[in-house]
Each structure stands twice: as structure tokens, then as C-alpha cells.
């Protein structure tokens, strides 16, 4: 049967998920991490799956923006992802966009997404007709909103549970709003079924006792499917904007005898939608919210969420400590028993097990098991910390290799380097590994030494156990245990602080 995933508070006894683009089970170890909105929950099972169809046809005017409104980020994932997999994880067979024929959204849709372009923008029950073969060949069908990036799969499993145990034809999710504004107010029977919805965006025109209801319509509905596509063909466009609106199927299900039910959502966030870039920070920032007491439910400590940013499909294993002013994006995972921050930016980087990264920028990189960053290093696309690596203060490294317990304490770069086990590069000490027009790789063997202020011109190897002097340009291979010197004679010009003294003064530049 289908199985479906749940709130944002795991139950007792419930393992972390893998966020991802369908739902697994839970895998064992440190590198599982809490979801925030995947894990089990026990929802019956339908004979066939739920189709579920996303609105994302709108143009998103008020954005102000080149960028689809939907391929927006919400903690580093496209608006529209959340919904898609949120559908995907509560049981959905098909999950399809409803999209406009001048916007690709595919960029932002989860792999096994479909989409079906609604032709010309007349509705949002325009958008349901451009679906009318979907809709016809379900059996059940859950409407969800593109800009409605909070609607989880809780949300959706328990809709589909009050849209079966009460045999209805159709299910509308509501919310209870102690200001409701100009929502549309679900009007009830006196068996508790909906008998209309009540659109308020005029409210003088409105009596006083529809207005004074709290309960509203967030958008997000449920229908049988054969009798949802017969409503759809009875609808019309004869209003004042030349719309098909969904709403207007309800009467018609209810004319035929069929039962239309409400499901109140118990989080209001359900009905966070986003018109504008102040309504974007505003479902960002509950997004983050609970994905940050996700992860604390789940053992990880967050020092001070209220200035740590972590992104969706981030993994932190448990007993991990997030310090504050620190940002986790993309793909990064963190190991057990780490500490990250304060002040540091990961992104898409694999952090191991006991290890320390403090005010450090990472990217692209990987660092081991008792590891040590920071502070202020950055470790650029394709770094290496073997477990053990250091990379200390003001170091940086690209696109290079610092093998098991090796150390580049502070003050030099490792850029299309190998850096054996154990060995140590000095502070000042760069990799010169550009000539012009070529990258080249310098080695650096096991236990080698390379002294302060030294310059590796690459391609170059200095072997095992070898060693370097200060300030040495290192042109040529040095021989394992060798070491390496470049001579330079000194020479001390005698009274040339006295010369200095009768020369003219520059003007300071202003």
C-alpha cells in the first residue's frame, strides 16, 4: 500500500530520514539526518494512488522578477520542489505541474515530475480543465498550489484520511484565522459538510455573519476523480474576468448529491502563500524554522537558531553542534560529533565526523573524520581533508589532496596539490601552480617538510620524508629525505638610512 510521511515533530522512538526526491527508509549510522517533513506515518492505503496536480501556471507579476515564481528559492530549494515532493512522499502515483507555455519550470521539479501546460491563463479551474485526461483516468485527486511551499505530507495524508472516512466527493483544506482579511469563508450545514464558499475580496458587499467566520479556504482540495472532471466540464468562464474558477465545482458535486467536506489543517502555515518577495522571506523564514527544531528534535544542538541558516536538503548527524552565525547550504553534511561555527558558510561540502570547523567558507569540499578548519580558511571546489587533515588560520586550498594527520597550519595556499599523510606546510608557502596559460600539479610526499615563505613552482615533487628551506623557490624535484635550499647572497647596503634621510619627501597621496 501507499505509505505516507509526516508533521514536523518526529514521533517517540522515530528515525531521521534521508531528505531526497522520493521517499526511502531510514538508514542507520551518523550520516542519517532529520527531514523535516519526511519520516513514517500510518495513513490508510487507497486502492490507487492519488494523482496530485500542482498550479504553477501563474505569471508572479508581483515578484518583480525574470525568474519564474515558483523556481524561487525556500531554503535552497525551488518553491515548487516543496510541494512536488511533499506529494511524491505522501503516497502521490503521479504528481503533475500545471504550467503556462511560455515558462520552463523543469529546473525546478523533482526527477518523475510531469507537466501539463495550461494553454492560456483563464483560471484555476482553467488549469484543472488543461488536466481533464489525468483527472478523469484517477481516482482520487489532491489540488495543491505552487506558491504554497508549506504544505507538507502530513498535511496532504491527513486531507486524503478525512477526504475518505467522510465518503466525500470532495475535501477543501481549511484554517482557522483569528483575522481571517479577505480570505474566502467556508460556510457550513448543519451536518458540518461545506455548503459554500464565500469569497470576501469586497467585503462591503459581504453580511456581517459570514465575515465574523474564522474559517477559510487555503486553495488545497481533494476530489473522486470521475465525478471532479464531469464538475469541470459544467463549469463556465461568465464572470467579470472571463475565468474558470475551481470553486464553482463544489455546487456542482453538491447538486448531484455529493458530499463536500472541510479538513481544518492544525498549522496555518498551510495557507502561507507567496505572492511577493515579502511573503517569499516570510514562508523562508518558517520553512527555516522548522527545519532548525527538526534537526534539534533529532539531536542535534543549534547553539542559536535565530542567526543559523540551514537549508532543506542539509544532513546533520546527531550529537553535531551548529554554532551561531553559521550557514548550511545545498547538499552539505555534517558528521557526529562535530562543531561547525561559529561564523562559517558550507556549501555543498561533506563534513566527517569529530571534526572542527570555525569562521572557515567552504565549498565543494570534503573533510574527513578529526578534522581541524579554521579560522578563516576557505576551502575552495575540490579540496581534500583526509581524516586528521589541518587547514588553519588564513590557509586556502583548491582542488587538492592533504593526506591522513597532514597540516598546513596557517598562512599559505595549496591550490592542484597532493599533500601526503603527516606532512606539514609551512607558514607564507604557496603552490605556484599557474604558468600562464596551463594549470600543474605540485606533490608533496609523505612526512615531507616544507619550510615558511616557500614557493613550490609546479610541476614538482618533493618526496617522502623530505624537507625544504626557508624562503627556498622550489624549481626542481627534491629527492625523498633530501633537503631542499635555494641560495640567495645577502647583501647589507651601509648607510642607506641616512641617504633615505637627505632624499626629497613625497607628498602624501591624499
Known amino acids: 500500500g501507499a505509505r505516507h510521511f509526516g508533521p514536523i515533530a518526529p514521533p517517540n522512538g522515530a528515525h531521521p530520514l534521508d531528505s531526497g526526491r522520493a521517499p526511502s527508509r531510514p538508514k542507520p549510522g551518523p550520516s542519517a539526518s ?8 500510518a495513513v490508510a492505503a487507497s486502492d490507487q494512488a492519488p494523482t496530485v496536480l500542482i498550479m504553477a501556471a501563474g505569471e508572479g507579476t508581483r515578484m518583480r522578477s525574470s525568474l519564474p515564481k515558483v523556481l524561487h528559492p525556500v531554503c535552497g530549494r525551488p518553491m515548487i520542489a516543496w510541494p512536488a515532493l511533499a506529494a511524491r512522499a505522501a503516497g502521490a502515483g503521479r504528481v503533475i505541474a500545471i504550467v503556462s507555455p511560455d515558462r520552463d519550470l523543469t529546473p525546478g521539479l523533482p526527477d518523475g515530475t510531469e507537466q501539463i501546460v495550461q494553454p492560456e491563463a483563464d483560471g484555476t479551474g482553467g488549469a484543472m480543465r488543461a488536466a481533464l485526461d489525468a483527472i478523469a483516468a484517477s481516482g482520487e485527486v489532491v489540488v495543491l498550489s505552487g506558491d504554497h511551499p508549506l504544505v507538507n505530507a502530513a498535511m496532504i495524508a491527513s486531507l486524503l484520511e478525512t477526504h475518505r472516512s467522510t465518503g466525500a466527493v470532495a475535501t477543501v483544506m481549511t484554517v482557522e484565522m483569528e483575522e481571517p482579511g479577505s480570505y474566502g469563508r467556508i460556510v457550513r450545514d448543519a451536518d458540518g459538510s461545506v455548503e459554500r464558499i464565500v469569497e470576501t475580496k469586497h467585503p462591503e458587499s459581504v453580511p456581517a455573519d459570514i465575515l465574523a467566520i474564522g474559517e477559510i479556504n487555503t486553495g488545497t482540495y481533494c476530489f473522486a476523480g470521475s465525478a471532479f472532471a464531469d464538475a469541470l466540464g459544467q463549469i463556465t468562464n ?10 464553482d465545482v463544489l455546487p456542482i458535486l453538491r447538486s448531484v448529491g455529493g458530499r463536500v467536506s472541510a479538513h481544518v489543517a492544525g498549522d496555518a502555515s498551510a495557507n502561507l502563500g507567496v505572492n511577493n518577495r515579502a511573503d517569499l522571506a516570510l514562508a523562508t523564514a518558517e520553512a527555516r524554522r522548522q527545519i532548525l527544531h527538526g534537526h534539534m528534535l533529532a539531536g542535534v544542538t543549534v547553539v542559536d537558531p535565530a542567526s543559523t541558516w540551514i537549508d532543506a536538503d542539509v544532513e546533520i548527524a546527531a550529537d553535531a553542534t551548529i554554532e551561531p552565525g553559521t550557514a548550511l547550504v545545498g547538499a552539505t553534511t555534517v558528521g557526529a560529533d562535530s562543531v561547525i561555527g561559529p561564523h562559517t558558510t558550507a556549501t555543498d561540502a561533506r563534513i566527517g565526523a569529530n571534526s572542527s570547523v570555525v569562521r572557515s567558507h567552504l565549498v565543494e569540499c570534503e573533510v574527513g573524520d578529526r578534522c581541524s578548519v579554521g579560522p578563516f580558511a576557505h576551502l575552495r571546489p575540490g579540496a581534500k ?3 586528521g587533515a589541518k587547514a588553519g588560520t588564513f590557509v586556502e586550498i583548491k582542488n587538492a589532496n592533504v593526506g591522513e594527520g597532514a597540516k598546513v597550519p596557517h598562512l599559505a595556499y595549496v591550490g592542484d596539490a597532493d599533500v601526503g599523510a603527516g606532512a606539514n606546510v609551512g607558514a607564507g608557502s604557496v603552490t605556484a601552480n599557474y604558468d600562464g596559460a596551463t594549470k600543474h ?10 619550510a615558511v615563505n616557500n614557493s613550490l613552482v609546479a610541476p614538482v615533487t618533493v618526496g617522502d620524508d ?8 622550489i624549481r626542481e624535484d627534491v629527492p625523498e629525505g633530501a633537503l631542499g635550499v635555494t641560495d640567495a647572497e645577502q647583501r647589507n647596503i651601509e648607510g642607506y638610512a641616512e641617504r633615505r634621510k637627505k632624499e626629497p619627501k613625497e607628498e602624501d597621496p591624499e
Open 385 to 387: 581533508l583526509a581524516d
Open 34 to 41: 532529520f527531514h523535516p517533513r519526511l519520516y513514517d506515518c
Open 466 to 473: 623530505a624537507y625544504t628551506g626557508a624562503g627556498a623557490v
Open 441 to 450: 600539479r605540485t606533490r608533496i610526499g609523505e612526512g615531507a617538510r616544507i
Open 238 to 247: 461568465d464572470n467579470e474576468a472571463g475565468e474558470y474558477y475551481l470553486g
